[in-house]
């Protein structure tokens, strides 16, 4: 089948007006993510909305404060966005690291997520706002072990170790059914040092 859309580099995929991840999240849908949140027991503080101009803002962002394990460098993110951020980290990225590493979880590394800017590492979309610029995106660095280990996607991600490829292999798994775009360096170079999750409806996974 022929792809009909461009995939941006830590970005998103172009769709026709009104369409992705730049379009806002309702009154409703907020107000029920916020009430998911609290039902799941993750620790969160909201924000109030504001327009930074030129299609920058928060609109149902919240900051995250307590997913059961410490999140290095996370700032901003809209609701939606931290549910699947927090889902995907508890139930996968923690399971993944005790049963293939052999470690409980004990920090994960992030390179942020908010950040009023056009998206990054495509000239053809160059005058794109990414995800990241509505608190939608975020990119993981890598996982910091109760062991002592740290694991990273720039440095481990094509690791020799097969229990160091299993345990990517299966936290990105994952992330591809939480999320509608996920990125990594199997996609370009300029996902070769972090996965970036995007909660859009995009439904691409590299």
Not at 8 to 34: F, K, M, N, V
Not at 113 to 133: D, E, I, L, P
Request: hydrophobic share 45%; with cysteine; aromatic share 6%.
């Amino acid at each position: 089948m022929t792809m009909l859309v461009l995939l941006a580099a830590c970005g998103r995929i172009e769709r026709p007006a009104g369409q992705g991840p730049l379009s806002r999240p309702s009154a409703r849908e907020t107000a029920q993510c916020l009430a998911d949140l609290r039902s799941e027991g993750v620790g969160f503080r909201a924000l109030p909305d504001r327009d930074d101009g030129k299609g920058c803002g928060l609109t149902g962002a919240v900051q995250l404060t307590d997913i059961g394990v410490p999140v290095a460098g996370l700032g901003a993110v809209r609701c939606g966005e931290g549910r699947a951020f927090a889902a995907w980290v508890r139930n996968a990225v923690a399971p993944a690291a005790f049963q293939l590493l052999g470690s409980e979880l004990a920090r994960v590394d992030t390179f942020g997520s908010y950040a009023c800017r056009n998206v990054v590492g495509s000239a053809a979309n160059a005058g794109r706002r990414s995800g990241h610029a509505v608190a939608n995106a975020i990119d993981v660095a890598g996982f910091r072990l109760a062991d002592g280990r740290r694991v990273t996607v720039l440095a481990d991600w094509r690791s020799a170790d097969a229990a160091v490829g299993g345990f990517w292999q299966a936290v990105h798994r994952s992330a591809c059914k939480r999320f509608g775009t996920v990125l990594s360096p199997d996609y370009n170079a300029a996902h070769a040092n972090h996965l970036h999750l995007e909660d859009d409806a995009a439904r691409f996974c590299r």
